[in-house]
């Protein structure tokens, strides 16, 4: 049974012819009253205050499990971040090869037309020059 402030000061005892001084009971009890009514209020304020800080623990261990989870989520795309600028870096080389390939290409090809094309000037022109000189005949 929990007793209280006012179970205290209401308490009635029965009287006997040789008993204690009933002022004195009343005022003693008055006293004892008030001093656990004191007490009940700071167990209170105690609970409240406990309450809280065991919110605040909660909500500081949400916040390290929070950093920590965000830790791991930049690490992880630094380390996405990283994978991909160096496959990038590797694509670009690989790009720069093939344009290195392709411009060696074109200049072959383009050396070859010109000699086809001066190839065949001269043909053409050993050819008109033979009519010519067979026209003279």
Same mark, same amino acid.
């Given at each position: 049974m929990k007793i209280k402030a006012g179970d205290i000061r209401g308490h009635q005892f029965k009287k006997s012819w040789r008993g204690y001084d009933p002022v004195e009971v #009343?005022?003693?009890l008055e006293m004892l009253a008030e001093e656990f009514g004191s007490l009940q209020e700071r @167990?209170?304020?105690y609970e409240r205050e406990s309450e809280a800080r +065991? +919110? @605040?623990s909660q909500t500081a261990t949400s916040i390290r499990e929070a950093r920590q989870q965000a830790q791991g989520i930049v690490h992880d795309a630094e380390s996405v971040a990283a994978e991909t600028l160096k496959n990038a870096k590797a694509d #670009? *080389? *690989?790009i720069k090869r093939t344009v290195d390939k392709l411009i060696i290409q074109r200049d072959k090809l383009v050396n070859d037309i010109q000699t086809i094309v001066k190839t065949a000037s001269q043909l053409i022109e050993a050819y008109c020059t033979e009519e010519d000189?067979? *026209?003279d005949e």
């Open positions: #009343r005022y003693f @167990l209170t304020q +065991a +919110a @605040l #670009r *080389e *690989e000189f067979n *026209e």
